[in-house]
């Protein structure tokens, strides 16, 4: 069964330093996705992706974040300044058409736990 | 803005038996979907069961059944004959025509064997 992945699982990093985590949407997907999850707490929508271009974002994703679609399987998040509250889980998800019948459903990668001290 | 409201943080149930756990939503739309999300120890996200509006049937997936009340805006999920690797936090979630998901603050669900 098709499943999105993300690298990597784990990432420490210093505050200030620039991160970017990667995530391989379903092949056939259109629509892409991060949300953040602090711990203990419920997962943020951060921004949405589709044919090549921002779509939507919530007030979290500001200027220190960005989003890429390099080439035809990877989307990235790039946070170019950390800092200590940006420490979260990283969720990538993507969904197929909307003409699809399961094109309404986002489907989750394993997320990367990122730590920034 | 659209809000979920999961007002259970903790449940609790015997192996074998049935839990249900609640949620509630606003909207002002008419067309969208709810979903419940299970998020293991390990943190990843699962996809539990999805219900859209505008059917009157309420889903159903094996164990996990939903009981869809749209005027009265809830959504709630019931496990039958629960079992030990349903232990998880529970989310649920809203989306609209929008796309973006919202999550409810979640319910952590204890397995008693």
């Known amino acids: 069964e098709p499943e999105v992945t993300q690298t990597p699982s784990h990432q420490v990093t210093q505050m200030g330093q620039e991160v970017i985590l990667r995530c391989v949407p379903i092949?056939?997907?259109?629509?892409f996705y991060w949300y953040r999850q602090i711990l203990g707490q419920k997962v943020e929508f951060l921004v949405s992706?589709?044919?090549?271009?921002?779509?939507?974002k919530s007030e979290i994703f500001d200027d220190q974040f960005s989003v890429e679609r390099p080439d035809g399987s990877n989307f990235t998040l790039k946070i170019r300044s950390t800092k200590l509250e940006d420490s979260a889980m990283y969720f990538c998800?993507?969904?197929?058409?909307?003409?699809?019948?399961?094109?309404?459903?986002?489907?989750f990668g394993p997320g990367t736990r990122l730590l920034v001290l | 803005a659209q809000t979920v409201t999961q007002s259970q943080p903790e449940m609790s149930v015997q192996e074998a038996e049935t839990v249900t756990l609640s949620c509630t939503y606003d909207?002002?739309?008419?067309?969208?979907?709810l979903f419940w999300y299970k998020q293991p120890p390990s943190r990843q996200m699962i996809l539990v069961i999805r219900?859209?509006?505008?059917?009157?049937q309420n889903a159903t997936e094996n164990r996990f059944s939903v009981n869809f009340q749209k005027a009265a805006k809830s959504f709630s999920l019931k496990i039958s004959d629960s079992q030990l690797g349903d232990a998880a936090m529970y989310f649920c979630?809203?989306?609209?025509?929008?796309?973006?998901?919202?999550f409810g603050q979640g319910t952590r669900l204890t397995i008693n064997p």
């Open positions: 992706f589709y044919n090549n271009e921002i779509s939507e």
């Open positions: 998800a993507s969904s197929g058409s909307w003409d699809l019948a399961g094109g309404k459903t986002q489907y």
């Open positions: 092949s056939n997907h259109l629509y």
């Open positions: 909207t002002s739309e008419s067309d969208y979907y």
């Open positions: 219900q859209e509006a505008y059917k009157q």
């Open positions: 979630a809203y989306r609209s025509l929008a796309q973006k998901l919202v």
